[in-house]
């Protein structure tokens, strides 16, 4: 299972693309894994014959774990591995003892043996702990201690096993708390403790649905949480005439073919890029009490596909001009809605923009994409009642909102990165040039 994501820690297979006993050639697209961010086709690291896949569609498996294996010509695959996954974490890990294995040549093996395994996180190294104490059958029933210091005589060992009683819930009365077979069947008799109902069954099966997150949605929902929660965040709206730029983007988009249509959206992307280079701290981002200047411009907007939502990146935005944006915009765009989202698309942005006016929204809040330290929430470019010149009238206009990380940056700033993103998109000939 390759790294595919700065965050990825593990990947599930959606599809094989190629079934056991296939022929398969290096760079041929072979399965594809979901990762936090996108369904992504991994190619294959050699020429040879699909041997064997260790991880089926629908499973999960962490960075660096075994998915499969690649036989070169005339190669067998590595003896006693067991097809498939029966839980927990599958092959990778165990060196195979044939001496011409896909592991001695470079790139034969899918589980992508360049990409770092990861180091146990704390959790996990307190989930295992906890796993080998309660399974006192584990233990030498001869040995008082289960090597995770826990005491317990050999009789009162095999009695909790025949009983069924988890020896680390009981409290010793021996000497230095060593549990006693008094104690184990004082523990069997010993009602069960209610435990909380739960959520499913509280209500009728018939008035819910109880729905399965991807592993984007869950990523997603984690990191939200996260920038909500760690990322002090403020908000400073601003109104823009949007009379002048509707205008000349109906005059640059006459007689064009649909796919090369300049957007509203490519505007504010124009705007934003080349405001950025005079506002670093917008630019910037938050860590370790310092303050991160990028000097590169990427922009980043986002893009709802199914199930989730995702965020792909002009690289050095400020350095292209408007039709190349909106081509390169299009371009990114239709990859995430085809699931062929590769890691440099997504990477590396700086700043974020966000538009939900296509769908009617007036304005809102977005909340900051780590490690970023702004957002740019665009609504609807509307018809609405404006005084000119002391008159009532109407014009077209639009409210923008960034959302902005304190530490990084203050109101003042934002308030003068809004007002000249405004001065832009108000008098917008220095956009189309």
């Known amino acids: 299972m390759p790294r595919?994501?700065?965050?990825?820690?593990?990947?599930?297979?959606?599809?094989?693309?190629k079934q056991q006993g296939d022929e398969v050639k290096k760079g041929e697209p072979i399965v594809e894994i979901e990762t936090d961010k996108a369904n992504i086709e991994l190619e294959a690291y050699a020429s040879g014959k699909l041997a064997r896949i260790v991880l089926k569609e629908g499973e999960s498996a962490p960075v660096g774990d075994l998915i499969g294996e690649i036989a070169l010509p005339g190669e067998a695959p590595a003896p006693g591995a067991a097809e498939g996954r029966a839980g927990g974490r599958t092959g990778g890990s165990e060196a195979p003892s044939a001496p011409t294995t896909t592991a001695e040549h470079e790139g034969a093996?899918?589980?992508?043996?360049?990409?770092?395994?990861?180091?146990?996180?704390?959790?996990q190294a307190e989930a295992g702990a906890q796993g080998t104490l309660t399974q006192p059958a584990a233990a030498d029933e001869g040995s008082e201690h289960d090597g995770q210091g826990l005491r317990a005589s050999p009789m009162a060992r095999r009695l909790a096993r025949e009983l069924g009683v988890d020896l680390a819930s009981i409290k010793g009365s021996g000497p230095l708390g060593r549990i006693q077979k008094e104690d184990v069947e004082a523990a069997a008799k010993a009602p069960a403790a209610p435990s909380a109902k739960p959520v499913e069954t509280a209500l009728a099966a018939a008035d819910v649905?109880?729905?399965?997150?991807?592993r984007?949605?869950?990523?997603?929902?984690?990191?939200?949480?996260e920038a909500k929660s760690q990322v002090p965040h403020f908000y400073v709206s601003m109104e823009i005439d949007m009379d002048r730029a509707v205008a000349d983007l109906d005059e640059l988009n006459e007689g064009v073919a649909k796919e090369e249509l300049v957007t509203i959206n490519d505007l504010i992307i124009r705007a934003c890029a080349l405001t950025l280079?005079?506002?670093?701290?917008?630019?910037?981002?938050?860590?370790?009490?310092?303050?991160?200047?990028?000097?590169?411009?990427n922009v980043g907007f986002a893009v709802a596909i199914q199930g989730g939502l995702i965020e792909p990146v002009i690289r050095d935005a400020d350095q292209k001009n408007l039709r190349e944006l909106a081509a390169e915009s299009k371009r990114l765009a239709r990859k995430m809605r085809e699931g062929k989202a590769e890691l440099s698309d997504y990477e590396g942005g700086t700043f974020s923009i966000s538009n939900l006016g296509m769908y009617g929204v007036s304005e809102f809040s977005a909340i900051i994409n780590p490690p970023h330290s702004a957002i740019l929430a665009m609504g609807a470019v509307q018809d609405r009642a404006v005084v000119v010149n002391g008159q009532l009238a109407v014009g077209k206009r639009c409210t923008l909102t960034l959302s902005a990380d304190h530490r990084v940056f203050y109101g003042a700033t934002a308030a003068e990165f809004l007002r000249a993103v405004k001065h832009r998109l108000e008098k917008p000939l220095s956009l189309f040039v």
């Open 216 to 225: 984007m949605q869950q990523t997603i929902a984690r990191r939200m949480v």
């Open 109 to 123: 093996a899918v589980s992508a043996t360049d990409a770092k395994q990861p180091e146990p996180t704390q959790q």
């Open 209 to 214: 649905e109880m729905v399965p997150l991807s």
């Open 4 to 17: 595919l994501s700065d965050t990825m820690t593990q990947g599930t297979v959606s599809k094989w693309l």
């Open 277 to 297: 280079r005079d506002y670093p701290d917008v630019n910037s981002f938050y860590q370790d009490g310092k303050l991160i200047r990028n000097h590169r411009v």
